[in-house]
């Protein structure tokens, strides 16, 4: 049964596709299934799956004979990945406990979402609890926040105009980087290691008020970080400056956005 879905949920995950997606996300999926082998007739998860970008690449590659699932805890995402692609199988549920059988999955996929599990431990052993023997795991993370050029900018102005707890906040997507921190992870896990690597990637947003309004009105709530209207005109106005160096000729935002990429198999 389909949990019920709130307006604003719908309003949040629909605007995630229409501006995140592009800007962020839909590159890495390709690079995301070539690092987990993923071919044609297989069975694939897609952990924290969001509005499905990556497991529609993923249905894509396994074609008819192949099976392709996401799980995500967020009812709004849930329900426009099914809105855009109803023959995946959506699930609703957390990392900590993936609510499907074991050894189930050829390959398994997590995007952007280890950063944000409540105990990173516990979703590593049940990713390892879903793939079958010789199955893969391929699991991004952004890099550290200083590679991330106007991101790092902007912590800084949160910083400065709204303190630490607003920078900490928006830094928190970048909390794994480092990338010793991210194989002790992996190491103290059922999973094997097999390779880490770091590739650069790029942001594309239309302009610099719609990144970081993205981020103030957006990101910054989900986080417990609740602004006043003066201080995002103020954040505004000094991003506006900081940041035009990271505008092209037609006024979009474009800066590195690098991520690391580990494949593992089960021990």
């Known amino acids: 049964m389909q949990n019920y879905v709130t307006e604003q949920e719908l309003a949040g995950a629909r605007a995630y596709e229409s501006l995140h997606v592009p800007a962020l996300f839909g590159q890495w999926c390709q690079r995301m299934l070539d690092a987990a082998e993923v071919g044609s007739g297989e069975r694939v998860l897609d952990v924290a799956c969001g509005t499905g970008v990556l497991a529609r690449a993923a249905m894509a590659r396994v074609g008819f004979s192949g099976y392709v699932a996401g799980v995500d805890p967020a009812p709004g ?61 391929a699991l991004a993370v952004w890099d550290q926040l200083e590679h991330m050029q106007a991101y790092a900018v902007l912590v800084d102005i949160l910083r400065h105009l709204v303190g630490p707890e607003a920078a900490a906040a928006l830094s928190a997507p970048f909390c794994l980087g480092d990338r010793d921190r991210l194989m002790d992870l992996i190491d103290a896990s059922p999973l094997e290691a097999e ?28 986080m417990g970080i ?42």
């Open 77 to 137: 995402m849930l329900a426009v990945a099914r809105e855009l692609e109803p023959h995946c199988h959506w699930r609703e549920g957390v990392a900590e406990a993936i609510p499907f059988a074991d050894h189930g999955f050829d390959a398994l996929l997590c995007q952007f979402g280890l950063m944000f599990f409540t105990d990173r431990p516990q979703a590593l052993r049940e990713m390892a609890r879903e793939l079958r023997p010789g199955g893969k795991l």
């Open 195 to 222: 390779t880490l690597i770091t590739i650069p990637g790029s942001a594309h947003f239309p302009d610099i008020r719609t990144m970081v309004e993205a981020d103030l009105r957006g990101w910054l709530p989900v």
């Open 226 to 267: 609740h602004l006043s209207e003066p201080q995002i005109v103020s954040i505004l106005g000094e991003a506006q400056m900081a940041l035009a160096e990271y505008r092209d000729d037609d006024g979009h935002i474009v800066f590195q956005v690098p991520a690391h990429i580990v494949t593992a198999t089960v021990h």
